[in-house]
């Protein structure tokens, strides 16, 4: 099955975070554009996580320790484990979860 | 859990296949470089796979259906199924895997 990045409607997922989703099986992909400032609340879910940056500098607590990550960096997020965020520039992120992400469908 | 891609070392997986590979609990995520012209001959495997070209030409043939994809393509390779490849230029391809790809260890 084959997929155009283009093709893909984004969803605004969270305020100032326009996703663009893909659901396989067992896994959903995320491609994030985010405004600057734009927040995530800190959350929990029980599908793992490895968030990239693309581009930009994104502020990420993971577990009440926070971070600046910029493009190249990855961060592993285990099942259940409570995570927040917040675009200190512009951003791109990726996001791939295991299991699917049923809620973002 | 947090990884600086600069700071995996790569693995030529394959002949002309320099990856970059993160193990998670139910997933590999692999960031490959690729040499014009290499080769990957065909193979399946359990694994659930997301293909996504990030730079160059990349052809690949899936079930025996052979398409050439360009940054912004993302393929999904169900488990079992035939797949083979070659970079038609100087590629960079992420690929996630679900559940891990015991094998790139």
Not at 1 to 29: A, C, D, R
Not at 67 to 83: E, M, S
Request: hydrophobic share 35%.
């Amino acid at each position: 099955m084959h997929i155009k990045l283009s093709e893909i409607e984004s969803k605004e997922i969270i305020p100032g975070y326009q996703g663009k989703l893909v659901h396989t099986q067992n896994m959903s992909l995320a491609f994030w554009e985010v405004e600057q400032g734009a927040e995530v609340p800190e959350h929990s879910h029980k599908n793992e996580q490895v968030m990239q940056v693309l581009e930009g500098r994104f502020e990420f607590t993971l577990n009440d320790s926070t971070n600046v990550y910029v493009p190249g960096d990855i961060v592993i997020i285990a099942p259940h484990i409570p995570h927040s965020g917040k675009a200190l520039t512009a951003c791109k992120l990726m996001d791939v979860f295991s299991p699917t992400r049923e809620e973002y469908k």
